[in-house]
């Protein structure tokens, strides 16, 4: 079945580091995918999604690029801050997967000042 | 403003007792989701509903029940709650019949199970 396999954590960065958490997928169909952050004491959030191949999301300095060649779907930041420091999940959606989303285990990211 | 409430934040019960959590949203979304999130496993489907009186089970749903009597209410229940069913447990809704739109969710209930 589908599934979505991303870098294991906890990642820990110095503010200003440059930032990538891997994500990886399978899926049968062509999925849309999308990365999810949570921070301390709540739900998740949507940070940005991408619907196709060679899709660019964006949102708040992050960026992820859909690549099916590489069923990748990579998430980097250029500059974090201490403000980024939460659980980062990778997603997909698709109908082959019966409707359901599929998301990764994970990542925690904390950011030193 | 979209929104998923659900009904507690934090709850603590006692093991063999029966525990309702409850889930809102506002978005006349079709599709509802349980999932329950524990570290290192991730979050992990138990249930999910895509139209009224439909559910379908995800991959954990042994020890659980929901309900969905209405579009916008999604519950969820421990017949009889047991020790490791103590967890995070995550509410989300999505309009149906779109890949390309996302999951909301809703804070959040802490259960423990004492």
């Known amino acids: 079945g589908d599934s979505v396999t991303q870098m294991e954590g906890p990642v820990t960065l110095s503010e200003e580091a440059f930032l990538t958490i891997n994500c990886t997928y399978t899926a049968t169909g062509y999925p849309s995918l999308f990365w999810y952050v949570q921070y301390p004491g709540e739900g998740l959030q949507l940070l940005l999604k991408?619907?196709?191949?060679?899709d660019k999301g964006s949102n708040k300095g992050f960026e992820a690029t859909y690549r099916k060649e590489t069923t990748s779907f990579h998430l980097e930041k250029g500059s974090v801050q201490v403000s980024d420091s939460a659980v980062y999940f990778c997603?997909?959606?698709?109908?082959?997967?019966?409707?359901?989303?599929?998301f990764g285990s994970g990542t925690r990211l904390s950011i030193r000042p | 403003d979209v929104k998923v409430t659900q009904s507690s934040r934090y709850l603590v019960k006692r093991t063999g007792e029966k525990v309702f959590l409850e889930c809102v949203q506002d978005m006349d979304h079709e599709n509802m989701f349980w999932y329950r999130q524990d570290p290192g496993l991730g979050l992990r489907l138990i249930y999910f509903?895509?139209?009224?009186?439909?559910?379908e089970k995800g991959d954990i749903p042994e020890g659980y029940s929901v309900s969905r009597e209405k579009k916008e209410r999604f519950s969820l229940i421990l017949e009889s709650a047991s020790t490791n069913q103590t967890s995070m447990y995550l509410c989300?809704?999505?309009?149906?019949?779109?890949?390309?739109?996302?999951?909301?969710f809703g804070q959040g209930t802490r259960l423990t199970v004492v």
């Open positions: 509903s895509y139209d009224v009186k439909m559910k």
């Open positions: 997603a997909l959606f698709s109908y082959s997967s019966a409707s359901k989303i599929i």
């Open positions: 991408a619907t196709k191949a060679d």
């Open positions: 989300a809704s999505k309009l149906a019949d779109s890949e390309n739109t996302e999951a909301f």
